[in-house]
């Protein structure tokens, strides 16, 4: 396996970076995760802006290269991954010692990439079944705290959900996602995903309002869901809201749509709408990587 690393491809042994690097001590790094359909990448221009927003919130946006497509591209044909993950790095990079950030920035730009199996209408899942999910003791930072709209290194919060989680595992029960709520009780999203939920016909996931990150999948099942015209609604949610939901499922890039088959020990499953969002879903892939 190649990886990207500044500006080279490099053996996967050979792709290391400084430990003074700012990423790696500070968590001072964005990072996009991507799904590659038909050795194309889905929805670009969508996680490039993300990864340039938040590059901007955390004031290096400067730094980030402005052939990182094509950077992106190269990786996946000396792979030779049409059907593959990516998941592309940028940090600050090594500056002198101390918290506060120098004006001077040389980016750290790493783009790893790993097999997938093939998407669209005659794909298969990268899930072997649908998510358990157990709500959390460890909560979402505030906005205040953490800017929720970037994907930053700061991984930390997830990291305990997914310990809380191995920590109440069995034989006979283990969950696969952790939901978050933030400060107020409110459901948010899982440590990778984000939730949604159907009650009465009406689809229903959290408002951005909250503290979120806007994921690309999401905003193209609420797209698709548009189109549809069905009912949709975005707002604050507990985690009963779940629990007793007809059914629900969680969005990422690599799980695409995954159903939750139960939350909290609670049998929840998927349903009419899931099945059609999935068909939708799976259609669109198709429709932009696998069409002629």
């Known amino acids: 396996m190649k990886y990207h690393v500044n500006g080279e491809l490099v053996p996967?042994?050979?792709?290391t970076v400084s430990v003074r690097d700012r990423g790696?001590?500070?968590?001072?790094?964005?990072?996009?995760?991507?799904?590659?359909?038909g050795g194309q990448?889905?929805?670009?221009?969508?996680?490039?802006?993300?990864?340039?927003?938040?590059?901007e919130r955390l004031g290096f946006d400067n730094a980030v290269p402005d052939d990182l497509h094509e950077r992106a591209r190269e990786t996946i044909a000396?792979?030779?991954?049409?059907?593959?993950?990516?998941?592309l790095t940028v940090s600050r990079g090594v500056q002198s010692r101390g918290l506060t950030p120098g004006e001077a920035t040389e980016p750290t730009v790493v783009i790893q990439i790993g097999e997938l199996s093939?998407?669209?209408?005659?794909?298969?899942?990268?899930?072997?079944?649908?998510?358990?999910?157990?709500?959390?003791?460890t909560r979402r930072a505030p906005d205040v705290a953490l800017p929720a709209d970037a994907k930053t290194h700061n991984y930390l919060g997830g990291v305990l959900a997914r310990l809380e989680l191995e920590r109440a595992a069995t034989e006979q029960y283990r969950a696969d996602e952790a939901l978050l709520r933030d400060m107020d009780g409110n459901l948010v999203e899982g440590t990778t995903s984000n939730v949604f939920f159907v009650e009465d016909g009406t689809l229903k996931t959290p408002s951005l309002d909250g503290p979120i990150l806007p994921g690309v999948t999401r905003s193209v099942v609420l797209d698709l869901a548009a189109d549809e015209r069905f009912p949709v609604e975005t707002g604050e949610y507990v985690p009963a809201d779940v629990r007793s939901a007809d059914e629900a499922f969680l969005t990422n890039s690599t799980w695409e749509l995954r159903p939750i088959e139960r939350a909290d020990g609670i049998a929840v499953g998927a349903g009419p709408v899931t099945q059609l969002l999935t068909r939708l879903f799976d259609e669109y892939v198709e429709q932009r990587h696998y069409d002629d």
């Not at 996967?12 to 792709?15: C, G, Q, S, V």
């Not at 790696?24 to 790094?29: E, R």
């Not at 000396?78 to 998941?87: F, Q, S, T």
């Not at 093939?118 to 003791?137: C, L, N, R, Y």
Request: aromatic share 12%.
């Open 41 to 55: 990448i889905f929805e670009w221009d969508a996680h490039e802006n993300r990864l340039h927003d938040g590059a």
């Open 118 to 137: 093939h998407g669209g209408v005659d794909g298969e899942s990268v899930w072997a079944e649908p998510a358990t999910v157990q709500i959390v003791k």
């Open 24 to 37: 790696f001590l500070y968590g001072d790094a964005v990072f996009e995760t991507m799904r590659v359909y």
């Open 78 to 87: 000396a792979n030779e991954l049409p059907e593959a993950y990516l998941r």
């Open 12 to 15: 996967e042994d050979e792709a």
